[in-house]
């Protein structure tokens, strides 16, 4: 039972994802445009991924990191942009505060019907 009472607070809280729009792109076959915002509660952080996407991001509230394979990490305030390749790696993903929740929105170019995000071990 106290481990219970312990491990709870410890424990990383997830990234909550909402989709806000998908479109296919008739002028590109087999491609869609999806529109999503992520909320990072406070110390929240991301798994390795990668997209296989174009990916927009656009920072609404909050302090985030975000770094990709071979970049430096880049430190996104209100209204600050990052952009991710098809191929990039996406190896941090967090908010920068421990205290204060982060929203962005993000915007895709990828395969209709792909999963938005692919784990990397």
Partial sequence: M??????GPLMAQEA???PLMS???KDFPGKEGLMITVEY????????HRHNAHAFVYVLDGT?????????????????T?????????????NASNTKPAKFI???VKDKN???????K
């Fill in 16 to 18: 909550k994802v909402t």
């Fill in 82 to 94: 990052f952009y991710e390749g098809p191929n990039d790696v996406h190896i941090v993903g967090r």
């Fill in 114 to 120: 792909a999963p938005v995000l692919i784990p990397v």
């Fill in 2 to 7: 106290l481990l219970c009472l312990i491990s």
């Fill in 41 to 48: 509660p406070p110390g929240a952080s991301d798994p390795i």
């Fill in 64 to 80: 985030v990191v975000m770094q990709v394979k071979g970049g430096e990490p880049v430190t996104l305030t209100p209204g600050q």
């Fill in 23 to 25: 479109k296919d792109l």
């Fill in 106 to 108: 993000v915007f895709l």
